[in-house]
């Protein structure tokens, strides 16, 4: 492979990287591509002696790194809200979301009931997440819906609910959830679920719930 070959691999590679970035929801995430998009378009700035083009990458690897840094030491404010099931707020919302909630959980169909537990995670003040789950008994909840808004999708409201204790003080000890797409298994096993040996149409997850640490 020739020098020149190697150089306009890492100039090809630098734009998949920036335009991945533009297409990221997740704000973590466009940081993170945008980053690595900067650092390698940066390299190949010193590589052809493009200096123009490495001043602005440093520079744009300095903003991408300044503002990862804010996001991930920042503390943020979490807090549940439950919703009655009549709350037109609750309504809007599923309906404004609903091609989204329909592709990550296509099996999801929301049907008031007494035994529902509904539930909005706000994170500082925003209502950023939305927590639907059967009461099958005292300790035990059936998983409905667990649904963040584009650019709260990090994991940290699913850690606030499952591992921080949130569901733990309503009493639960347990939740269980038949998966219905690769996208909310993955998601779902992230967060500590495992396979349950409960029979039923797709695979059956279950997450045991403590105390906060």
């Known amino acids: 492979?020739?020098?020149?070959?190697?150089?306009?691999?890492?100039?090809?590679?630098?734009?998949?990287?920036?335009?991945?970035?533009?297409?990221?929801?997740?704000?973590?995430?466009?940081?993170?591509?945008?980053?690595?998009?900067a650092v390698t378009f940066t390299v190949y700035g010193v590589l052809i002696d493009a200096w123009p083009v490495v001043l602005t990458n440093v520079v744009i690897v300095v903003i991408h790194a300044h503002f990862l840094r804010e996001i991930l030491t920042a503390k943020e404010y979490f807090r549940v809200l439950e919703v009655r099931q009549e709350s037109q707020y609750l309504r809007y919302f599923l309906e404004n979301?609903?091609?989204?909630?329909?592709?990550?959980?296509?099996?999801?169909?929301?049907?008031?009931?007494?035994?529902?537990l509904t539930l909005f995670i706000l994170r500082?003040?925003?209502?950023?997440?939305?927590?639907?789950?059967?009461?099958?008994?005292?300790e035990t909840i059936c998983l409905q819906l667990d649904f963040a808004i584009p650019g709260y999708r990090d994991f940290k409201i699913g850690k606030y609910l499952y591992e921080r204790g949130t569901l733990f003080e309503r009493g639960f000890r347990r939740v269980v959830v038949e998966t219905g797409s690769d996208s909310d298994e993955d998601y779902l096993r992230r967060l500590g679920f495992r396979t349950d040996g409960r029979p039923g149409q797709g695979e059956v997850l279950t997450r045991s719930l403590q105390p906060a640490g």
């Open 124 to 138: 500082d003040l925003v209502p950023a997440g939305l927590f639907i789950a059967e009461i099958e008994d005292e």
């Open 1 to 37: 492979m020739t020098a020149s070959t190697l150089h306009l691999i890492i100039g090809y590679l630098g734009s998949a990287f920036v335009v991945t970035s533009l297409a990221m929801r997740s704000i973590v995430r466009l940081r993170i591509v945008g980053l690595a998009g």
């Open 97 to 116: 979301h609903r091609d989204e909630i329909r592709a990550i959980w296509p099996g999801f169909s929301f049907q008031p009931s007494h035994r529902l």
